[in-house]
Nanobody
Framework: QVQLVESGGGLVQAGGSLRLSCAAS????????GGWFRQAPGKEREFVAA????????YYADSVKGRFTISRDNAKNTVYLQMNSLKPEDTAVYYC??????????????????????WGQGTQVTVSS
């Protein structure tokens, strides 16, 4: 069982930066692949970024590629999402997610919501124009 708690959201002007953190409970977080999703008002939740349990593989939605960076520190049981050059259309509730990954290489990432077993409560990010 893993519990996820996001933090770091807030209000920022367009062009600004925020770093989201997702702290996981438990001592085996290194066995879990991680991801970030977001849901804007009136829209469905969408994929943002994913990272393998090893941290060696990452993947991004086209809308954030080149602006966002996902990373992890397994010693701190934390996944991060560094968001730069923020735009008003990035405004959403951001959720982190995790799932066990038993692959030998540990380099798989997952981009679909149904592939994740654990979710955080979400953190609001608002970008003003």
């Amino acid at each position: 069982q893993v519990q996820l708690v996001e933090s770091g959201g807030g209000l920022v002007q367009a062009g600004g930066s925020l770093r989201l953190s997702c702290a996981a409970s438990g001592r085996t977080f290194s066995r879990y692949a991680g991801g970030w999703f977001r849901q804007a008002p009136g829209k469905e939740r969408e994929f943002v970024a994913a990272i393998s349990r090893s941290g060696g593989s990452t993947y991004y939605a086209d809308s954030v590629k080149g602006r966002f960076t996902i990373s992890r520190d397994n010693a701190k049981n934390t996944v991060y999402l560094q968001m730069n050059s923020l735009k008003p259309e990035d405004t959403a509730v951001y959720y982190c997610a995790a799932r066990p990954d038993t692959t030998y290489s540990g380099n798989y990432y997952y981009t679909r919501q149904y592939q994740y077993d654990y979710w955080g409560q979400g953190t609001q990010v608002t970008v003003s124009s």
